[in-house]
């Protein structure tokens, strides 16, 4: 019951930079761990990032780890994802998504998210 919305994608040149952002509507947000996913043509969504409901904890997937940067503001309703370093292999949809149900031990589970936008795509140049 929470509508996402993404923006920022397009097309980056390898070794830049793009941020992501991500509005929810309503007026639980806070309540909502978020996470981040990408999903290639003919692949499975993958885990890309997430982050608790207070924005004290996070999750990295090892071939973004210490490129891309989660982050939330909760009084905006907004989830970031701050993207350096760039990469062709990084060319995808992103989505983000959102769930109530989350703990520190299944953020970095895909499944486990129930609510998704609608995808913004993001292209590498190589």
């Known amino acids: 019951q929470v509508q996402l919305v993404e923006s920022g994608g397009g097309l980056v040149q390898a070794g830049g930079s793009v941020r992501l952002s991500c509005v929810a509507s309503?007026?639980?947000?806070?309540?909502?761990?978020m996470a981040w996913l990408r999903q290639a043509p003919g692949k499975e969504r993958e885990f890309v990032a997430a982050?608790?409901?207070?924005?004290?904890?996070?999750d990295n997937a090892d071939a973004v780890n210490g490129r891309f940067t989660i982050s939330r503001d909760n009084a905006k309703n907004t989830v970031y994802l701050q993207m350096n370093s760039l990469k062709h292999e990084d060319t995808d949809v992103y989505y983000c998504?959102?769930?109530?149900?989350?703990?520190?031990?299944?953020?970095?589970?895909?499944?486990?998210?129930?609510?998704w936008g609608q995808g913004t795509q993001v292209t590498v140049s190589s």
């Open positions: 309503g007026r639980t947000f806070r309540d909502y761990s």
């Open positions: 998504a959102a769930d109530l149900r989350i703990t520190l031990g299944s953020m970095s589970m895909t499944e486990k998210y129930n609510y």
């Open positions: 982050i608790n409901r207070g924005g004290g904890s996070t």
